[in-house]
């Protein structure tokens, strides 16, 4: 009896280091596939760089200057997403590929609000993706045929705000030679003394579309003070008029350039004629206010 529970614990004992050597074949393979899996889900990417956008113009649509801060990309059939400029831009894509570039711009100053301009055309090259390489790609895109230019006021000796909307002959937009952008003028309103404002509007109201269509003012400024973009909606069977104030800037001592969205306070406003208007008050924080703009564009669908 003796011998036999002996006998049974030593085949108990000779059990154990097989039950161990197959556990520990069980999480090698277990450790080696695993492994092998990783390895396999990460493929090593090539990769796109896009440092900065041009942007080029014909002799009817005015100043080349832009401010695309990102792009959206498509590489082959793969959507890449919106990616902030300059960027470099992983892609698990390879060989000759069609690459698509979209402008993004910031929309009314507003940084949180990039939007996919809607008059830049799309840019479009075959490019050679290599695993681990980085492709250089140079967006080049100029407006495209939806965009309808009302009105360019690059003030090189013209001057389309000449409506004194404030009564106040002494606050004007006035033509500049010695501050510009580019070209050879500049529109400036400077304001001395405290409490004054000025109010100026174009000269003419323009036709815009009131149905939902994209509807944009472009503008280069500076500034030492708040000013206000905005529009007088008129209705033209009565001659009744409105007055929208859109956005209000803040100082910025270099030039910058806005996209200010209009469309749908234009379709809310019950206007069929609209005149783009300036609004700017003297600043005590200031000894003098003054605002700078060059290359205005007023653009719809």
Known sequence: M????????????????????????????AST?????????????????IDTVLVTTSGLQGSA????????????AQSLGIFPLPATIPVLEYGTQNIAV???????????????????????????LVEGEVLQVNPQVTYNSEANFVFIEDFNGSNSFVDDLDGDPGTRIEVSFDDVFEGNGSGKITLNE?????????????????SGERVYL??????NTNFTIGFR?????????????????????EW????????????????????????????DDVGFSELVMDNIKLIHQ
């Open 233 to 253: 909606a008129m209705q033209s069977a009565s001659g009744a008029t409105v007055d929208v104030d859109i956005l209000t800037l803040i100082p910025r001592e």
């Open 218 to 223: 472009e503008m280069n400024y500076k500034c």
């Open 102 to 128: 979209d402008p993004i711009v910031i929309e009314s100053g507003i940084s949180a609000i990039r939007e996919l301009y809607p008059f830049y055309t799309r840019y479009t090259v075959a490019g050679d």
């Open 194 to 210: 405290t409490g004054s404002q000025a109010f100026i509007g174009t000269g003419l109201f323009y036709a815009l579309p009131t």
């Open 2 to 29: 003796n011998l036999f529970t002996k006998n049974n614990n030593k085949n108990s004992r000779r059990a154990k280091p097989s039950t161990l050597a197959f556990l520990f074949f069980a999480l090698l393979l």
């Open 33 to 49: 596939t695993w492994q092998s899996c990783d390895l396999e889900e990460e493929p090593i990417p090539s990769y796109i760089q």
């Open 256 to 283: 910058n350039k806005i996209y200010v969205s209009l469309n749908q306070e234009v379709s809310a406003s019950n206007g069929d004629r609209f005149q783009i208007y300036i609004k700017m008050n003297k600043s």
């Open 65 to 76: 200057s832009h401010k695309i801060s990102a792009v959206q990309v498509v590489a082959g």
